[in-house]
């Protein structure tokens, strides 16, 4: 029935699917494997890509080849660029999707990419030899061949749904969990865990009285998440803010003592940045109100999505407490919030590539990481899929350090720190964001990836003409020097102090009262030059005139991180001979097997002394 594949993704949510893009498009022969082929790709919480840090991720996977910001630009109904009263490393793009067309989209495109097949089933166990893997047994009986397996599970491993005191199998509302597969792993040596996580009630917009509420729309001149150019959306839908209030907080303490969390039948940890509003009431008792985001499902349905409402007491105390928040008086459910709780494998159990240290050509991605939304996922997915293919063609192998990408930050802090709590990812856990800008993302990675095989030759393309032309610009602003008489109306205008001489428009720029589009319209040469430039081209010369200082010293602290970096440990370094490091070091340091010296020193628990007698014995 089946040939031998190259590679089996097992789960396609947002990393099998990307995982399994990237290995076929790479040109390995590849099978997905899903529960349910009507749901690939399911926004399983909320409708919405991107965010702080995550909107640099989705830019980060689009610029490498992958889909996810192709889908989720195609399927926008409301952009936003965060944090742009910020400097450029906190801006963020968000978008707001319509999630049956991400679903639609994300199928369509897979369903177009050449050697990718699809399979409906359920993956109940591994096939292994010795420490290597060679495929996989399903829930029918069948025994299916490859060279290499990514499991990309999500919440679905032993998944229970938990809603007040009423407690059952599932991975997410209406579909099954999947057993065996933690069992089987467990038998193989792997250490499991388990983690929660959990959803708000989905209402009926019909229901609601968005006149009480805040309107939240999209921007005007909205922006992108792939670099790609393809038409957008030309219209967007509006999202609304409203709050809960003291009487909201008090019906919801009446069902605490029939919440899962409180009454200890949960007993994953959930996650602490997106926690639950029974959590945020009790941990935030100081309080009086909290925001609620209220989002639109998509164009074609009335479904809205209540953002900060995430739940899992009982239904009747979710509904009463609801009513009372201003807009919501005449709420009709769809469905009722709920909390599940799923297995994981502790990530220090995988190599940077995000292989298997116990079983060779197993990749871990997504979820079953201890990792949670869908951007996170999504490149843990790619990443796996890429070093799935490399590993199993004899090529070199594909990490990203942490002065080069978010995604490159996401997995080391997994596979050095571990987690014990879903982990999200920040722009604060980016020690160089500075470097790591959505802006930028392609003139980061598009090339390393096109030297794999992966980004098109049109992509960079792209790229070279963006930096050639970007640079253009900050050249003729170091060498044009402006005339008082024809800028300081300007200047006064703009609230910044006249020059009595000649200044260099790079100079001028340099002023943080000043952006380049106000300067454009002001002095008609840098008009006459700039005329006909991209937006993006224009904004990537303004950043790098304002922040060139910024990005020198912060190169230069890379740089001088980097000989850690590339102080390469040999996996199987016997660490009981270096009777000078400490008890917990050698422990830590034996379990986590750092590739390289720099990783060794972000490790929880070896500290600074150590390094140095580690450093020491490598450089003899």
Not at 178 to 185: D, V
Not at 417 to 422: L, R
Request: hydrophobic share 35%; proline share 4%.
């Amino acid at each position: 029935m089946f040939s031998e594949y190259d590679i089996i993704v097992v789960g396609a949510g947002h990393a099998g699917c990307e995982a399994a893009a990237a290995a076929a498009n790479l040109g390995s022969k590849v099978l997905l494997i899903t529960m349910n082929l009507q749901t690939i790709a399911q926004m399983s919480c909320n409708p919405a890509m991107g965010g702080v840090a995550k909107g640099q991720i989705v830019r980060e996977i689009d610029a490498m080849g992958g889909y996810s910001g192709i889908v989720s630009d195609k399927t926008t109904i409301q952009f936003r660029m965060l944090n742009r009263s910020k400097g450029p490393a906190m801006w963020s793009p968000r978008a707001q999707n319509d999630r049956y067309k991400f679903h639609e989209e994300w199928r369509y495109m897979l369903e177009n990419t050449k050697n990718l097949d699809f399979f409906q089933d359920m993956v109940s166990g591994l096939l292994v030899k010795g420490n290597t893997i060679y495929g996989v047994k399903t829930s029918l009986g069948l025994e299916i061949k490859a060279k290499a397996v990514v499991l990309t599970n999500g919440t679905f491993l032993n998944g229970t749904i938990h809603i007040g005191e009423k407690r059952f199998g599932g991975g997410r509302m209406g579909e099954k969990g999947a057993t065996g597969l933690t069992e089987n792993l467990v038998e193989l040596g792997f250490e499991a865990g388990r983690m929660k996580t959990g959803t708000p009630p989905r209402i009926d917009g019909r229901s609601i009285n968005y006149s009480v509420m805040e309107e939240q729309q999209g921007d005007e001149n909205p922006s992108r998440f792939s670099y790609l150019d393809f038409e957008l959306p030309k219209e967007q839908r509006s999202c609304y803010i409203t709050y809960t209030s003291q009487e909201v907080h008090d019906i919801l303490k009446e069902g605490f003592d029939r919440s899962p969390m409180f009454t200890g039948r949960i007993k994953g940890l959930g996650p602490r940045y997106c926690p639950s509003i029974e959590d945020k009431i009790n941990r935030f008792a100081e309080r009086e109100r909290h925001q609620i985001f209220v989002e639109p499902e998509g164009w074609n349905t009335v479904e809205v999505y209540v953002n900060g409402f995430s739940t899992s007491l009982p239904e009747d105390v979710q509904y009463r407490a609801l009513t009372k928040i201003p807009g919501f008086e005449n709420a009709k459910f769809f469905r009722p919030g709920y909390a599940i709780e799923y297995d994981f494998f502790p990530p220090t159990q995988l190599n940077t590539t995000l292989e298997t240290k116990h079983i060779s050509n197993l990749f871990f991605a997504g979820q079953i990481n201890g990792t949670t939304g869908y951007e996170e996922a999504a490149a843990q997915g790619f990443m796996a899929g890429i070093n799935a293919h490399q590993k199993i063609n004899e090529k070199h192998e594909l990490v990203l350090s942490r002065s080069e990408a978010y995604i490159g930050v996401l997995i080391d802090d997994l596979v050095t720190k571990g987690t014990e709590e879903p982990y999200r990812m920040f722009t604060s856990r980016a020690e160089h964001r500075l470097l790591l800008r959505q802006d930028n993302a392609d003139i980061r990675l598009t090339k390393l990836s096109q030297n794999i095989g992966l980004a098109s030759d049109e992509r960079l393309r792209k790229v070279e003409e963006k930096i050639a032309k970007s640079d253009d610009i900050v050249q003729y602003m170091k060498a044009k020097s402006v005339e008082p008489s024809e800028i300081n109306a300007f200047l006064d205008q703009q609230g910044t102090s006249p020059i009595p001489q000649n200044v260099k428009l790079f100079n001028l720029l340099s002023r943080p009262q000043i952006n380049i589009d106000d300067l454009i319209n002001a002095y008609q040469p840098l008009k006459e030059f700039i005329n006909g430039s991209k937006q993006e081209i224009i904004e990537q010369a303004e950043i790098k005139v304002k922040y060139e200082s910024y990005f020198e010293k912060e190169l230069e602290m890379v740089s001088k991180l980097q000989k850690m970096e590339d102080q390469n440990i040999n996996p199987n370094f016997d660490y009981d001979t270096l009777i000078s490091l400490s008890k917990e070091s050698r422990e830590k340091l034996k379990k986590i097997k750092p590739r390289t010296l720099g990783q060794a020193s972000r490790i929880s628990g070896v500290s600074p002394a150590d390094i140095s007698v580690l450093m020491i014995h490598l450089s003899k």
